[in-house]
Structures are given as C-alpha cells and as structure tokens.
C-alpha cells in the first residue's frame, strides 16, 4: 500500500514542527494511541488499542527514526502487530514554508497481512486517505489552539475526533471513491447507512485506523522523545 499527499497548515512552520514533537498534541488529534516509550537511539514501541468490530485488541508497534532534519523532514520505519494482522512500512515527511502557512507532504509504502490484508487495496487505501486527512485537520485545530493561547486568548480544549465521526466520514469518502464502480441503482445514503453497520465499521475504521495510525501518527510520536 502506499500513501502520499500534502497538507497546509495554517501555522509557521516552528509551530507546527513543535506540535508534531508534543505527544500530548498528537494524542489528541489522533486517537488510539495508548502508549510511547524509548527503547534506543531514536528507537521506540508504541501501543494503539483499536475496539471496532472484530477489529479489536491491542496493536503494539515499533519505529525507528533516521535522517532528523529539524524543522525540515525526518525518515522512518515501523512495524506493527495485533489479533488482526500486522505492518510493515517506512516513509518520509517534510515541511516547507507557503504563503498560506505550511506545507506537510508526505510518502510511505506498507505491506499488510492478516485479516487486514483481506478487505482490499481499494478499501485500505480510500480508508487511509480518509482518516490520514481527518488526522492532519485535527492536528491543524490543535495547534491553532496552541497560537491562540501563546497570544494571550483564554486555552481552548479541542476534542480528539470521535470513533462515530471518524467512522461516518470514512464511509462518506469511501462511498465516492467506489460510487462510479457500483450499480446506479444502489444509492450513496444506501452505501453509507451499509458501511456504517456493525459489521462493515471494521471496513471503514479499524483498518484505516491500524494502517493509518501505525504509519502516520504513532511515526510522528516517535519524534516526540
């Protein structure tokens, strides 16, 4: 599988680099992440507990860190590995300063196995696109939060996104992604209200969750030491 795209944040480029070496801000942009711990030289494991469906139990990962640009970019490795399959990818991001703010871009490449392996490339990846976007707007309102603050505003508490609503808009962005290849027949609220039930979340969540946070928020974490 493989993952790329760019973002803009609407924050100078220190801001945001501080923010993605602040596990606290993280966590809160991200769910699911239950633990960080150094083991070595810019070596860590991680703990993510994903509960949707027969997607459930504890995913525990380790990442490596190379090629520390501060400010710039970094690489990295990681693994992860639970009751529902396993991970293996590495990847690069980098920031750069645009007249909007700036700009995250971002590569990585995965190999899945297990259950997750089995749901299909399509699904995993307009999954992965899904919620790595939901993930960076969430981290893009917890740092204007943080610039707010640092300028004299009362601190505003911004709420990780919700299981129910992450889990609706992966369905809603998968749902187009994969319109044009169903009957015309079936229509998008059909779809949705189908991926929305107990039996299809694992498909729209917990796939995109483990795949996703393993590779993009828990590998940001990492830096955070």
Do not use: C
Request: charged share 20%; aromatic share 6%; net charge negative.
């Amino acid at each position: 599988m493989k993952l790329e795209g760019t973002y803009t944040f609407e924050a100078p480029r220190e801001a945001v680099w501080q923010a993605l070496m602040d596990p606290e801000v993280l966590g809160k942009a991200m769910p699911g992440g239950d633990k960080l711990e150094k083991v070595g030289e810019n070596q860590y494991e991680a703990a993510l507990n994903v509960r949707v469906g027969p997607v459930q139990g504890k995913f525990d990962g380790q990442i490596e860190i190379t090629d520390i640009d501060e400010l710039n970019s970094y690489h990295m490795k990681v693994s992860g590995q639970g009751p529902s399959g396993f991970l293996n990818g590495e990847g690069n991001v980098a920031l750069s300063d645009v007249d909007e703010g700036t700009l995250m871009s971002y590569t990585g490449e995965a190999q899945v196995g297990g259950k997750i392996a089995g749901v299909g490339q399509r699904l995993i990846d307009s999954s992965a696109k899904s919620i790595t976007r939901q993930g960076l707007e969430s981290l893009n309102r917890q740092i204007q939060a943080r610039l707010s603050s640092s300028e004299g505003a009362p601190a505003v508490e911004v709420a990780a996104p919700s299981a129910v609503s992450v889990a609706a808009t992966v369905a809603k962005d998968v749902t187009r992604d994969t319109v044009s290849d169903i009957t015309r027949s079936v229509t998008e609220g059909d779809l949705i209200a189908k991926w929305t039930t107990p039996e299809m979340l694992p498909y729209s969540l917990g796939v995109g969750a483990v795949v996703v946070t393993l590779l993009f928020a828990l590998i940001s974490w990492a830096i955070a030491g």
